[in-house]
């Protein structure tokens, strides 16, 4: 089974909209971690995020934000204004306290139309 | 600080010929990861290593081989190449295997 899910392979928005990628886990742990990662077209692999499975305060970093609910599993990421530059492949992850491995989501294409 | 180096870039390899992909950190972190990169697919892993002298498997080890004989290194073997390892090839380094993990630049394999 899939420990993380994003079920959105592409979206595509138009400059200054805003946009939630979801990201849906699986784990029976009760102490896990989730990241957000970001690949530009470059290709690199650029952490944006971590938290850990206690902390569900939701948090902003400049138009980015983040929304953790336990209840649902979830964990989404909104862009607010898009800009062309937010245009990259966005992947979610988990990563649980026993078993020292990192799940990665297949990801969600975000094209930003100027 | 470089971070995570990986090398090379590129390579391309004959059916059956083997290699090995380079990964080193100077970070000293424990927790080193291979991961490929295939479309569609997001990433997955095929070794980690939690410190010196500790490897395991992860969701798709096989073909490939790994060692941690220093912090620093963490290299991938590929002991016969086949067509379906052509893939992206990304190493990561943490301090602990819950924590960051910091990405190399990718190596892109093509095996004809």
């Known amino acids: 089974a899939q420990k993380v899910t994003q079920a959105q392979t592409e979206i595509s928005v138009v400059e200054k909209e805003d946009v939630t990628l979801d990201c849906v886990y699986e784990?029976?742990?009760?102490?896990?971690?989730l990241f957000w990662y970001k690949q530009p077209p470059s290709g690199e692999l650029v952490f944006l995020i971590r938290?850990?499975?206690?902390?569900?305060q939701n948090e902003i970093s400049g138009r980015y934000s983040w929304n953790f609910q336990k209840s649902t599993s979830s964990f989404n990421f909104t862009i607010t204004a898009s800009q062309v530059v937010d245009s990259a492949v966005y992947f979610c992850?988990?990563?649980?306290?026993?078993?020292?491995?990192?799940?990665f989501g297949t990801g969600t294409s975000l094209t930003v139309i100027p | 600080n470089a971070g995570v180096t990986q090398t090379p870039k590129f390579q391309v390899l004959k059916t059956g010929q083997s290699m090995t992909l380079q990964c080193a950190q100077d970070?000293?972190?424990?927790?080193m990861s291979w991961y490929r990169q295939d479309p569609g697919m997001g990433l997955r892993l095929i070794h980690y290593?939690?410190?010196?002298?500790?490897?395991d498997q992860g969701e798709v080890p096989n073909g490939y081989n790994v060692s941690r004989s220093t912090t620093e290194d963490f290299p991938l073997r590929l002991l016969s190449a086949a067509p379906s390892q052509t893939s992206v090839y990304f190493c990561?380094?943490?301090?602990?295997?819950?924590?960051?993990?910091?990405f190399g630049p990718g190596t892109r394999l093509t095996v004809l």
């Open positions: 990561a380094s943490s301090p602990d295997g819950g924590d960051t993990q910091y």
């Open positions: 784990t029976r742990d009760t102490t896990y971690y």
């Open positions: 938290r850990n499975s206690f902390d569900e």
């Open positions: 992850a988990l990563s649980e306290r026993e078993g020292n491995q990192f799940y």
């Open positions: 970070m000293n972190h424990e927790y």
């Open positions: 290593s939690v410190g010196a002298g500790i490897t």
